[in-house]
Structure formats: C-alpha cells, structure tokens
C-alpha cells in the first residue's frame, strides 16, 4: 500500500469519526434553545478571545526561537510567528500535518534545515505535554471534591457493581499487557516503539544546550496562561456561564487541551462533547455545554483561518521578494 494511500485513508478515517461524533453529542440537542443562545451572546468576549490568541501564536514562535538558537539559528520572533501560524493552519486540513509543513515553511523562509526544525518541535511538544499533564494533576487536587461528588452521583445513577469495576480493571490491565507483548514480538513496531522512546529522551535533554532558559520558562507560562484566558473570558459572554469562577477556566483549558491532542480532525466532535461533559459538573445542562463548546472551538477555528491565511500570503510575498532580489 502506498504512502499516499496510507494518507488518504487516514484523514478519511480522521474525518469519518469527527462526523460520527459530532453526530453523538450534537443528536440530542434542543435546537430551539440553541439558537436562542446564539442570539443572547456578547460578541465582545469571543472577539477578544480571538485577538488575545495572536499573544500566544507569538509566545510559541518566541519559545521555538530559544530551541532553535542552539542550532545555529538566530531567528526574528516575526518570521517564525508566521510558520507557526501556517502550521495550524495545516492542522485544519489534516491532524499533525501542522508540524511539518511550519518546518517546511522556515526552510524556505528562513533556511533552517527541516531536520533541526523538527527536533526542536519534537522537544516543544514533549514539553506542552508535560505541561498539560503538570495541569491535570493540579486539576486534580483543586477540583477533587467536585470530581469525587460527580463520580459518586454518575456511580450511583449507574448502580454499576463493585465486580463490573473489576472486571473493567482487569480487562484494561490485560489489554496493556497484551499491547505490550504484540510490540515486542513485532520487530518492526518495536524498532518504532523505541525510536519515538529516543526522540523523547533526546528532545527532552537537549534542553539543557539553551542559552535562554528563563526565557524559554516565561514564554511557557505566557503561552498556558494565554491559552487560560482565551477560553475563561468567553465564559462571560453567556448568561448561563457569566457566574462561573476561575476553576472552571482551568478545567476548560485542561479538557480542550486533551480533546485537542486526540487523532480527529481539529478537535471536532472529541473537544464539544468533552467539554460539555465537563461543564456537568458546574451544573451547567447539555445545550449549553454543547453552545459554550461550539463557541469556544468556533472561535480558535475562526482565529486559525484568518491569521494563519494572512500568514500565508506574507511568507508567499517574502519569499517572492527575495526571489527577485537573488534574480536582479
């Protein structure tokens, strides 16, 4: 089967299961209620989301600058702010495709060597995971009574038996140790398996070679705490959520964050539905889970399309430009 084959059929696969889920959570919404929720949202706050997201865009690139410097590359903020914004545009037309094509972009922009482009990328995703699991866990304890009332009720509303759980448990368990023996005996995934284990263990200690780490810590926290605000401030754009405080902020970057990183086209389907099921434990009802939700990923879809279309048309006319200037 050929590679492009191979491609075709998993964005296919990607967009099939979008549909599909954007089937299962969007099936049983009140379209009535919904669209009167459309018309009763304060605009300004969705707006101001999108603007704010143009400060992470460049936290991103500026942080990427830091991993680049010691490779021999001393890039402007601005260069590399447009392929980041190029690379999420890509994400909208297939799931990780966002990563190579900024690569690709720099190189014809800037020179850089798409290998070394690609390492450091390896080494800034390895980071925003760890990242995002340093927030889940905090999630964790700061909304553990919340989660723990919320399971005990969903337990109850079940009546699902102390023997189901474990029999859950150990099939979970034996699935693992199933995965693991099938890899092992696999030379070939095996061969993978520990090829990614590598790239992870390289990318992580070749932070140690940069020569701005206060830098590279602050534009990290710049970039979560932007990503914070874009989606706590829309929360004030809709009567029914208005109330809600800064823990819910959290929960709804942490949960995004996790829809977000899932194989579906751009979030869609995983990112309304697990949103929606977050905000049951605020107590807020389905349609307008499933409205914020809708809003919320709108809006980061929207800022992609715009900013990373005029990124688009910029690195063409640069590249144009200094096109004609080797040409004359």
């Known amino acids: 089967m050929s590679k492009n084959l191979i491609k075709l059929l998993q964005l296919l696969i990607s967009i099939g299961l979008a549909i599909l889920l954007l ?30 997201s143009i400060v992470a865009y460049m936290a991103r690139a500026y942080r990427w600058n830091i991993l ?4 021999g590359y001393n890039l402007k903020t601005g260069r590399t702010t447009l392929a980041v914004l190029v690379g999420y545009l890509a994400n909208l037309a297939l799931p990780r495709l966002g990563e190579v094509t ?8 800037d020179n850089v060597a798409i290998p070394a482009a690609l ?10 995971f760890l990242t995002l699991l340093l927030l ?13 009332a919320f399971l005990t009720s969903a ?48 990318g ?17 926290f710049i970039l979560w705490l932007v990503y914070y605000l874009m989606s706590y401030i829309i929360i004030f754009s809709l009567p029914e959520t208005a109330h809600l405080g800064f823990g819910v902020g959290f929960m709804l970057l942490i949960t995004g964050g996790i829809a977000l990183s899932l194989p579906v086209q751009s979030g869609f389907g995983t990112y309304h539905g697990m949103i929606a099921g977050m905000l049951l434990l605020y107590s807020i009802d389905q349609t307008t889970g499933i409205f914020l939700a809708t809003l919320l990923h709108t809006s980061q879809i929207i800022a992609v399309a715009i900013f990373g279309s005029l990124a688009l048309i910029i690195s063409a006319m640069l590249r144009r430009s200094s096109f004609k200037k080797e040409t004359f």
Request: proline fraction near 2%; glycine fraction near 4%.
């Open 102 to 109: 900024r690569c690709a972009v720099l190189k014809k922009n």
């Open 155 to 202: 337990y109850e509303d079940l009546n699902i038996s102390l023997n189901v759980i474990l029999i859950i448990a150990l099939v979970g368990v034996l699935g693992i140790v199933a995965l693991v023996i099938f890899i092992n005996r696999q030379d070939r995934l095996k061969g993978k398996f520990v090829d990614l284990l590598k790239s992870f263990v390289a």
């Open 23 to 52: 089937y299962v959570v969007f099936n049983n919404v009140a379209w009535e209620d919904f669209w009167e929720k459309a018309q009763s949202v304060d605009y300004t706050w969705v707006i101001a989301s999108i603007v704010l």
């Open 204 to 220: 992580f200690t070749s932070l140690k070679d940069i020569k701005r780490p206060l830098g590279f810590f602050i534009s990290t």
């Open 136 to 148: 889940i866990c905090i999630s964790l304890i700061v909304e553990s009574d919340r989660l723990l």
């Open 119 to 128: 390492g450091s990328v390896v080494t800034e995703r390895i980071i925003d």
């Open 68 to 71: 680049l410097e010691p490779l």
